[in-house]
């Protein structure tokens, strides 16, 4: 009888333990979590727009812009790596600007891609190359022995003895391993076996337009990606079919509902995950926020839905997760205990309105340095927020109990398109007590292109609808 006792109580104790291995530990984050600040191993924010991901020796390599809250100068591209596309290591400036020359200082860079050639083994890397302007672009290419670099930078790609003229590219890299270059319009060009040069024009230019070219393929469809041409702006991606890289590429339609502005984000690239029971095509996109890119622009990545030849992505999912072994996606549930605006642990300093969204009651203020702050014991706090076409920028501060700033960010809160989200949520904290504090900044995205055309916000609120806080 007492060994019984026993047998239960050692029991008892190990699922305990492996509970204990798959609780979140401090300092990660444990699902992909779009639109909010992802934090890497020094807890620097992940700077990686225009991104793609190459898997290489089990892990995840993240390529993307790296940029500055003050200019839209080439700040170099940045590589980080990842086991479970949730925790993101910063690894290098995989090409760093360069001392002079095309991507020297105050040039452009943009939409950076790589690829592992299977034929030679080496790492190509494929970028847009610009004046600061916009008024000279074409489409440049640097090589690596090791996949986080150094690269070094050659040049245009040329074809014939020619660059390519165009700005917003991309990368598709198809399953017999040969290359091709994507370029805005949907035109598609196959690249050498060696991947440094052009061989042939596979596809002629589909629209005008179609920027940010995304291409993957399912079986045998091939599904190209674009977005509207409006600078930073989001708008909705629509995409086309094919049966061959040539086409007749057919229209499919938009990428998610109308006017929700591809959940407010533009592509820039999909990544597979196959496993031993479903395929998720995961969509990588940008939530651009300019003119604080470096601080504010964040991603937005969600699982892609088929219905024969057709794809959506019907819901925005604040938080999902993806099985790596057997390739299944799920929405994760955030069980967190929830402070409306009104709680009496709320403080709010300033000029704030209590008022509704679609019967959501929200708090907001536009008086720069208005705050809202919260007192709490936990392990972790997160923000809800009304995303909307007057909002601007929103300071989220985290003190420990001693007053020491433990997390400081700039986070946007500009949607063209009205739209209720998650927008910052801390990593696992310590659990302890620790003051949250959000204040309006009193600035907001707003820009113009090179045709003056003028975009972005049209005003400095900040407007919150929930607090979350795990105990
Ligand atoms: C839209 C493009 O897709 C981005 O890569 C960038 O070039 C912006 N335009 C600049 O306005």
Redesign the pocket.
């Known amino acids: 009888m007492k060994e019984h006792r026993l047998t239960i109580v050692i029991f008892t104790f190990l699922l305990l333990q492996s509970a204990n291995v798959f609780a979140q530990q401090v300092g990660k984050t444990d699902a992909i979590y779009s639109g909010l600040p992802w934090y890497d191993q020094s807890g620097k924010v992940v700077s990686a727009h ?1 991104a793609n991901i190459v898997q290489e020796n089990g892990k995840f390599y993240l390529f993307g812009e790296a940029h500055s809250d003050t200019s ?1 100068a080439f700040a170099g591209f940045n590589c980080y790596s990842s086991k479970d596309l949730y925790n993101w290591k910063f690894e290098s400036i995989a090409l760093p600007v360069q001392k002079s020359g095309k991507l020297g200082p105050n040039r ?1 860079g ?2 950076v891609k790589v690829m592992k050639n299977p034929f030679s083994g080496e790492f190509v890397m494929f970028m ?1 190359v ?1 004046t600061l302007g ?1 008024k000279d672009q074409f489409v440049g290419y640097a090589t690596a022995k090791n996949i986080a670099g150094p690269y070094q930078f050659k040049g245009p790609l040329l074809f014939k003895g020619k660059q390519i003229k165009k ?2 590219m991309g990368t598709f890299q198809d399953d017999d391993g040969t290359g091709y270059l994507l370029t ?1 319009g949907g035109m598609i060009h196959q690249l050498s076996k060696d991947y440094k040069s052009i061989i042939a024009e596979i596809n002629p230019a589909i629209t005008t337009g179609f ?2 070219p995304t291409l993957f393929r399912k079986a045998n469809t091939y599904y190209f990606i674009g ?1 509207h ?4 702006e989001k708008n909705d991606n629509y995409y086309y079919t094919a049966k061959a890289l040539s086409g007749p590429w057919t229209a499919g339609g938009l990428l998610a509902p109308k006017d929700k502005l591809t959940w407010n984000s ?1 592509a820039t690239f999909v990544l597979k995950i196959r496993g031993t029971k479903d395929t998720t095509f995961i969509f990588m996109g ?1 939530r ?1 926020s ?1 003119p604080k890119q470096l601080s504010s622009a964040t991603y937005v990545w969600q699982p892609i839905k088929f219905k024969g030849d057709s794809i959506f992505i019907p819901q925005y999912l604040n938080a999902w997760t993806v099985d790596l072994n057997t390739g299944t996606a799920n929405p994760k549930s955030i069980i967190h205990k929830t402070f409306l605006p009104g709680d009496q642990k709320i403080i709010l300093i300033g000029n704030w309105k209590n008022s509704t969204i679609d019967s959501i009651p929200i708090t907001r203020s536009d008086e720069t340095k208005a705050s809202l702050s919260f007192d709490f014991n936990g392990k972790q706090i997160g923000l809800y927020v009304a995303l909307l076409p007057d909002n601007g920028y929103a300071k989220v501060e985290i003190r420990d109990k001693k007053g020491n700033i433990i997390i400081n960010n700039i986070i946007d809160l500009y949607s063209k398109s009205p739209m209720l989200q998650l927008a910052f949520l801390s990593p696992m904290l310590p659990k302890s007590d620790y003051k949250l504090t959000v204040s309006v900044v009193g600035e907001r995205p707003n ?1 113009s ?2 045709r003056k055309s003028l975009y972005g916000s049209t005003g400095n609120n900040i407007t919150i609808a929930k607090l979350i806080i795990q105990e």
């Open positions: 225009g839209n452009i943009e939409r847009h610009d916009y700005w917003d805005h920027e940010s977005s041409l409006t600078s930073w533009q940008d651009w300019f820009w292109d090179k």
